[in-house]
């Protein structure tokens, strides 16, 4: 087992946001999320990511065996657990190359590992942003500094591929693309599809399931998981909505 | 405290030119409007943020005696000058077809001509009028026409509890190009009090990059003056990463037409010291422009403020002119103050200012964390690109390596 939820219950200031959610993923798979705006999809991104502004009222997560409340936003990304962004930031006078060597340093570093030097690095970087379609000049731009917002979301996708994730949440990254950008999303995706690599994709579309055939597709409605299934959920969903799972 | 005339008193042996009649009747004025006790003092704006212990403290006290000398380059490219305890100097690599320099205390006639000159320039500045009271040391420095030269000054400190007053003269010649690098690393609980004044003449240009790194109580008052005639430009970076208080007065009047000025500053304040800054630029004839860019970095209980001031003549039409501050509270117990002026007198003008104070963006901290970089470094990554934009002007190098080499240094011990 990759990450067990088990009866998670979240509130921000007084209000309860996730209640009692379980959700289980192994090794290998790949789910996704469905649900009305306002149901806890980001929340549950967050809660995972690690952000602090959340109190976990009651429940547990595991991520590979480890509570993963014993660890803080980075060692939970240096365990292997990534985050992209629905509102990526922009970083101005962060340099994409050396902010992306420092990333891969620190989880390399937190395992023993010895750090990649800045010439390895930009070669591998190049390397991996051109099979993605990214122009060598973008990586000399600062970290979505004037970025637009498709290409907000390809670099969640370029720094997913860099970092080679065991659980990769995509929260809403197929939101706002055109059909060329939706592309490299799920390039991305197949791309760093394994055995030991999963993937929690929260979305709004069948689109993007349908190029990504998921394992699980569930439904999330005020906070908790209502329903579990296969891709026809989501055919479901685009024919008449959520009502039916409210 | 002591009045002012007695610490004259009892220290005349080491003040330049007591004997000369000028320097006595002019120090004698300025001592009888300066009462140390005042409510003036609070109420000046050259002094009324800064450490009033500063001004509790002098301790006018000199010895020669220990005298070392370090130069800190070997580069050939620069020519090299320690200040030592403000009283005597060590230089390599000056060349005397290039640069003219002696210290005050040989050229006493040429510093009653530039005090005369210079009078009304600070009149109601205390830091400046105790320095013109006091003043033991300083030199003259003249950069021959159609000369380029980099320079090196370090000024050391290093007797405890002394205070040095010292008034340095920068004279550069036509189309001349001065690159001074001045460094103060202190270590000793001493006081400096330094004033530079800066004249550019026709075409000429210098980057005056200043790097602060005192620590121990080793307090400083450091103000420059640049006059530009025309088609001059004075650069200025302040770079104050010190573990102390200090402020910094700097201001430029731009008399000549299309002459330029640009004056920056990058401070990092902690503990419980205070960091008062000021620029003030006048625009007094047709076509200048200038910059006032001051950025710094606020944490436990430190204080700093930041005054600018452009002033526009009725000559300066053509102006071009910005300010701007910012600065990150990484403490809810620092304070900033930002006081930003135009005063504007000319009807053709672009001019504009700019300020902002408030905690680093949590988000962004989030972001970055979320890529497996932990806090501390999530926060420098931050810091050093909140400032990069003022060292990447520079663009220099050699230069911006050194001001890396402080900021890592600072960053690795503070946060």
Partial sequence: MLLSIKNLSVS????????????????????????????????????LAGKEEYNVTSGEIRFKGKNLFDLNIEKRAQEGLFLAFQYPVAVPGVNITPFLQAAVNSKLKAHGKEEVDALTFAKNLKETANQLGFSSDMLKRSVNEGFSGGEKKRFEILQMSILKPHLSILDETDSGLDIDALKIVTEGIHRLRNKTSSFLIITHYQRLLDQIAPDHVHVMTNGKIVKSGSISIAEQIELSGYKKFG | MESLQKIYGSNIEHILGANLDYLQNFRQDLIKNFNLDSKQIQNNESTKHIDRNVLNNLNFKMDSSSLNYQHLTNERLYSSIVVKNGLDYSFINLDKKKVIINPLSSVL???????????????????????????????????????????????????????????????????SKLLLIEKFLNKTSSNSNIINYFELEEGSEALHLVIQNNINESNLQFTTHATCHQNSIFNQLIFNCSDTSLSNHHYADLIGEHSEANLKGIFFVGKKYINDNKTNINHLNYGC?????????????????????????????????????????????????????????????????????????????????????????ATNILIKSFINDIIEKLNIDSIQEQIEVYLDNYLNQNN
């Fill in chain 1, 12 to 47: 921000i200031e007084d209000k309860k946001i996730l209640n009692n959610l379980s959700l289980e993923i192994n090794e290998g798979e790949v789910h996704a999320i469905m649900g009305p705006n306002g149901s806890g999809k980001s929340t549950l991104s967050n809660v």
């Fill in chain 2, 289 to 377: 422009s200038s910059n006032q860019t001051y950025k710094g970095i606020l944490t436990d209980n430190a204080k700093a403020s930041y005054l600018s001031k452009t002033f526009v003549d009725k000559q300066g039409q053509k102006t071009d002119a910005y300010q701007l501050s910012k600065v990150i509270l990484l403490s809810e117990d620092a304070y900033f103050h930002s006081k930003p002026e135009l005063k504007i007198y000319a009807d053709d003008v672009k001019c504009s200012h700019g300020s902002t104070i408030g905690p680093i963006d949590e988000q962004l901290i989030y972001y970055i964390r979320s890529r497996g970089i932990n806090k501390k470094e």
């Fill in chain 2, 109 to 175: 006639d040429l510093l009653i001509n530039k005090l005369e000159k210079n009078k009304n320039l600070f009149k109601d500045d205390y830091i400046v009028n105790l320095n013109s009271i006091l003043l033991n040391s300083g030199f003259d420095f003249t950069l021959n026409e159609h000369t380029n030269l980099k320079t090196i000054v370090l000024h050391e400190n290093n007797q405890l509890n002394s205070t040095i007053f010292a008034k340095n003269f920068f004279n550069i010649k036509k189309n």
